[in-house]
């Protein structure tokens, strides 16, 4: 064989991202199409390829929002009050199963669960306990909750009150995106018609009285660690992002009123130049839609700005600390990316909740990006690169293809109802499965690179005992409060939703009563039904 064969041999025989898109050895001006300036234009101009903003990370940093949640309200209270210590910007909190299909911590359901996975919060008592010493006019929250994310708003704003904090002062986010819960989770409650209600009437009630929290976060994170390529998280994203602004126009919202406050969720994974074209692409397609499809004529409408988690499922219990290093790697694709917040995963997190040590390593993980790597001091510097910006281009024409086979189908709702993007998530998990198992696709430690004795790391631990005092406390809870002025409001509460009244206010007045979250849950469940899936 002469030099020059061996020289152009390849270590394989094609090379391609996870999503498919084929790379070619060496990208040139000739990949990149034609008109590129209208695409790109700069920072803070339409259509956003380069950001939102157009000083970007030179004028302020990304929020570092950590993930935290587990046990008590009291135990939570206190991780966030270390994190705060330690230099995280934003709070962002994870509740347990039982909260998050909306049981309280002594229904037999929840036996076994609570406190396991995130919080355990039942009543606004809870809630208060969550956020003592932490100044909610100060303190931006993000609230990882769907199906009862309107209850645990109101508790919210009640906590605010008790605080003196004015509503409108308010800042933080709700997740209360139950399409992906369909989709790729499963923590649903109510079906697809009144759980969309939900959601207008928080947008309607928020736009008036909470003007600066963000009233949903649309994921493709979950369904990205469901199994999803980078092409369908995009897609299924934007796909059920036009469903909630279809539903708000349908019941009289007007388009600049509500879309300011939309915001998303992205998944950030290993592959580090498809995901800063993702979120590049993403962002000038939302801008696209809200523009052209929908006539918003407020610029802060076209604005896509979104929160980055790195890849739970990409994190692996063997070898525990070579999460750091995949860690490290998504956090700088979704920087490079122009993430607007950023959880970044703890080491351990493939085994048990993080420790209060891999949780600090996971915010340094962010502090070095932020102040010792260099690269927020420029805006968006991958910008004309002819590989990321032939793939931002593949992403979005591939993206745009299942978004155009989606609306024939009727759009999102409609699709979700027939199971499609649950298969097409499901079918891209089963090939990524398969290439691992076969060795076409390398995991350091896991089908590559292993060692035989493994030594298991300290770990976080719930105990069981937790149950017993959250069961106890509620009781206590509900001999002291004024048990006629509960019924009454829940009474309140399944009027209105009997009605087409909004569901916020007569909510907030049942919380602030100590009505719990099962309680109004089950007022709803009362008019609603429960949703049992697709089958």
Not at 133 to 150: E, Y
Not at 181 to 190: M, Q, S
Not at 396 to 402: D, I, K, N, S, T
Request: some cysteine; charged content about 25%.
């Amino acid at each position: 064989m002469d030099r020059e064969s061996k020289a152009s041999k390849e270590r394989k025989a094609e090379f391609k991202t996870p999503s498919g898109l084929p790379l070619n050895q060496v990208y040139t001006e000739a990949d990149v199409a034609t008109g590129l300036e209208d695409r790109l234009s700069l920072p803070g101009v339409y259509p956003f390829t380069r950001g939102v903003q157009s000083t970007m990370y030179r004028g302020r940093l990304w929020t570092m929002r950590q993930y935290a949640g587990f046990g008590s309200a009291k135990q939570t209270n206190e991780r966030f009050r270390y994190l705060l210590d330690q230099g995280q910007t934003g709070l962002s909190t994870a509740f347990d199963l039982p909260t998050q299909i909306g049981y309280d911590a002594d229904h037999p359901f929840s036996r076994g669960e609570v406190g396991k996975v995130g919080v355990s919060i039942s009543s606004l008592l809870d809630m208060e306990t969550l956020f003592e010493g932490i100044p909610l006019d100060r303190v931006s929250t993000s609230m990882t909750i769907n199906a009862p994310a309107s209850v645990l708003l109101a508790m919210y704003i009640a906590v605010g009150k008790k605080q003196g904090v004015d509503p409108q002062k308010l800042a933080g986010t709700i997740q209360n995106d139950i399409l992906k819960e369909y989709v790729a989770r499963g923590t649903y409650i109510y079906p697809p018609g009144p759980s969309m209600r939900l959601i207008t009437d928080i947008f309607s009630y928020c736009a008036e009285h909470v003007p600066n929290f963000n009233t949903i976060s649309i994921s493709g994170y979950h369904m990205r660690e469901a199994g999803s390529t980078a092409v369908q998280e995009i897609a299924f994203t934007l796909s059920n992002a036009c469903a909630y602004v279809d539903a708000a126009l349908k019941v009289g919202l007007l388009i600049d009123d509500f879309a300011p406050r939309l915001s998303f969720f992205f998944n950030a994974h290993n592959n580090f130049l498809e995901e800063i074209a993702k979120f590049r692409a993403a962002r000038r397609m939302w801008a696209r839609i809200m523009r052209e499809s929908y006539g918003a004529k407020n610029p802060k409408s076209w604005q896509m700005r979104f929160h980055t988690q790195t890849g739970g499922s990409t994190l692996t219990a063997q070898q525990p600390d070579n999460n750091i290093v995949r860690v490290t790697v998504q956090a700088l694709a979704a920087v490079l990316g122009g993430t607007q917040s950023l959880h970044t995963n703890s080491r351990d997190e493939a085994l048990a909740l993080p420790t209060e040590t891999s949780a600090r390593i996971a915010l340094r993980t962010q502090q070095i990006i932020a102040f010792e790597s260099g690269v927020a001091d420029t805006v968006d510097p991958f910008a004309g690169s002819y590989a990321i910006e032939a793939l931002t281009d593949q992403l979005e024409q591939e993206a745009r293809a299942y978004m155009d086979e989606i609306a024939r189908m009727g759009g999102a709702v409609r699709a979700i109802e027939e199971g499609f993007m649950q298969r097409e998530i499901h079918q891209a998990a089963y090939e990524t499965q398969l290439r691992i198992e076969r060795g076409e696709e390398i995991v350091v430690g896991v089908n590559a690179f292993t060692i035989d004795h493994e030594v298991e790391p300290e770990l976080l631990r719930v105990g069981h005992e937790l149950e017993q005092t959250a069961c106890a406390q509620l009781a206590e809870l509900k001999k002291r409060r004024d048990a006629p002025r509960v019924n009454a409001a829940l009474n309140r509460v399944t009027d209105a939703a009997r009605s087409s009244d909004n569901l916020l206010e007569p909510m907030i007045e049942a919380v602030e009563h100590y009505a719990t979250l099962g309680e109004v849950s089950d007022a709803l469940r009362s008019v609603f039904g429960e949703y049992q899936g697709t089958r």
